[in-house]
T-cell receptor, first 114, second 109 residues
């Protein structure tokens, strides 16, 4: 089934550890996004990529990095995890600014930093 | 600053109609979206409005007034499966999405 795959679905890690959340899409969408979702807050954009080879900072980029080596993959890395990064992380994609911009989301990665 | 406001929680009865409001203040406007998110799942797209008026899609309708910075999502003939959070999001002048915190809708038999 076409869509977005995220891994891992859930992870507990110690503060200070490095962690990469993986995201792969097979819809050939140009734009990809990483959001975090915390209770009582709206989805907050961490980083985005409008096309392969380019990335941009969202609302809450500190402590996170991304890369977009090809169209399909958009990994999110936490270089040194801190407890405030405990959250549910969603990867999403869209056709790009020219379309309606409907986002397609992965199932989410629940991250707990102790 | 940019802001999206929607009620935190609403309760409605199965078979009834419910209206979920969303007001926004953003830098520019390039469309408003409604998404549905069941607990523990990913958000899924419901509707998109860029012009004033009502867009109807089955039991769900979405309304937009750009001059008032206001939208609502109308759900008719409520079913238990409609119990979910409903997220309002506005695309600003930079084509970035600004998200509301979501409205948790509880459906009672």
């Amino acid at each position: 089934i076409a869509g977005i795959t995220q891994a891992p679905t859930s992870q507990i890690l110690a503060a200070g550890r490095r962690m990469t959340l993986r995201c792969t899409q097979d819809m050939r969408h140009n734009a990809m996004y990483w959001y975090r979702q915390d209770l009582g807050l709206g989805l907050r954009l961490i980083h985005y990529s409008n096309t392969a080879g380019t990335t941009g900072k969202g609302e809450v980029p500190d402590g996170y990095s991304v890369s977009r080596a090809n169209t399909d993959d958009f990994p999110l890395t936490l270089a040194s995890a801190v407890p405030s990064q405990t959250s549910v992380y969603f990867c999403a994609s869209s056709e790009g600014q020219g379309a309606t911009g409907e986002l397609f989301f992965g199932e989410g990665s629940r991250l707990t930093v102790l | 600053g940019q802001n999206i406001d929607q009620p935190t929680e609403m309760t409605a009865t199965e078979g009834a109609i419910v209206q979920i409001n969303c007001t926004y203040q953003t830098s520019g406007f390039n469309g408003l979206f409604w998404y549905q998110q069941h607990a523990g799942e990913a958000p899924t797209f419901l509707s998109y409005n860029v012009l004033d008026g009502l867009e109807e899609k089955g039991r769900f309708s979405s309304f937009l007034s750009r001059s008032k910075g206001y939208s609502y999502l109308l759900l008719k003939e409520l079913q238990m499966k409609d119990s979910a959070s409903y997220l309002c999001a506005v695309r600003d002048e930079d084509y970035q999405l600004i998200w509301g915190a979501g409205t948790k809708l509880i459906i009672k038999p």
